[in-house]
């Protein structure tokens, strides 16, 4: 099926979301229009951000109110539009009936608008990784899109499988209509800057960072999985560019990843080195570890570190170039102190300059 057109309209899931709001912008950004799905477009405390956006003075950016729990209430929404960006959670991803109902109606409202060709499916590396299968991941270093979670794994999360199977029912559902094609992007870990107060405490990695600069960092979250980034606004275009390429077929997946990868003490650190004027206190490891405990995490640690995840196909498909992690990190923290309003702690003699 051929891409959208430049200027087109682009229906937005989540976007009052990190991801996509930075969507919703780019694609404003890139001459779209937009119309952005939110549960509650009278919220201005999530949405406040979009409307202060010039697209919506302007009318080029609606706003509209959906929840997906909801069959049917995409109908109006979709109809006139040449895209989507479905980016949005849902409520309940081990619920497998429900995960179907949702991808149902949706796709159902693809097929009645007559115009929409292209959907991108947020989807995740976590659909994509061996979670916590140590064994698969010293056989198999090498992790690109071929690769899906185990299904006999016990350790696999509700969230996986929900991805797994919101991917191929959209797939299945586009096949089967054949007028319009449904691509997946999988995310790694997003980091950057957020646009809204209620963001800094969605995430996790931004608000990971928050806490952070709260005083607190724990590297036993997520079992010391290294954090595999991306900057949230690669990650927008990644979506964007997979809505426009000529490259992507029905049912392919690309993984959005900038190659970088840190451990989360590291991330820590990194905030008085890249922001000295700041006088950030970086905080002690929250974590205390016995001999075993500590043998442990080297393993996992050694056993995470010799993978090598690839995003070889979405650069290929749509030519996005990666910023560095530094970069994140720096723009995640300023945002996170202007945008979120967190009282950082500081070193005797520096002083807040929020007030
Ligand atoms: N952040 C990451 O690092 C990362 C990594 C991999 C994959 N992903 C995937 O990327 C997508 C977006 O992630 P994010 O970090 O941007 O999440 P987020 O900031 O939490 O935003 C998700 C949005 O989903 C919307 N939502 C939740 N339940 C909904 C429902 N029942 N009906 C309609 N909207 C609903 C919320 O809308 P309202 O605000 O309007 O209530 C929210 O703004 C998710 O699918 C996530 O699984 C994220």
Partial sequence: MPPIPKGGTVAVTGAAGFIGGWVARQLLDKGYRVRACVRDASDDERVGFLKALPGHASGRLTLHSANLDNAGCFDDIFKGCHGVAHISHVSNYGDTDYVQMVCDHI?????????????????SVA???????????????????????????????????????????????????????????????????????????????????????????????????????????????????????????????????STDRINIEDVCRAIDRLLPELGYSTPDLTENLD??????????????????????????????????????????????????????????GFASRNQ
């Avoid at 698969?136 to 016990?154: G, L, T």
């Avoid at 001999?291 to 650069?315: F, I, M, P, S």
């Fill in 291 to 348: 001999e075993k405990g500590l043998q442990r995490r080297a393993e996992r640690l050694a056993v995470y570190w010799g993978t090598d995840l690839r995003n070889d196909r979405v650069r290929a498909a749509t030519g996005v170039g990666f910023r560095s992690l530094d970069e994140s990190i720096r723009d995640c923290v300023e945002s996170l102190i202007t945008v979120g309003q967190v009282p950082v702690v500081l070193r005797d």
């Fill in 127 to 257: 659909a994509v990784v061996s979670e916590s299968n140590f064994d698969e991941m010293k056989a198999r270093p090498v992790i690109y899109e071929d690769r899906f979670p185990d299904d006999q794994n016990p350790r696999r999360s509700g969230y996986s499988i929900g991805k797994v199977q919101a991917e191929r029912a959209f797939a299945a559902a586009a096949e089967k209509q054949g007028r319009w094609d449904a691509i997946t992007c999988c995310p790694a870990d997003n980091v950057g800057p957020i646009q809204s107060r209620h963001q800094k405490n969605m995430g996790p990695w931004q608000h990971l960072i928050e806490l952070m600069l709260l005083g607190e960092c724990n590297p036993a979250v997520h079992g010391y999985r290294p954090w595999h980034t991306v900057d949230v606004r690669d990650d927008a275009a990644c979506h964007i560019g997979l809505l426009e390429s000529v490259f992507v077929s029905n049912g392919e997946r690309y993984i959005a990843y």
């Fill in 107 to 123: 796709a159902k409202s693809i097929d009645d608008s007559e115009t929409v060709s292209r959907i991108i499916v947020t989807s």
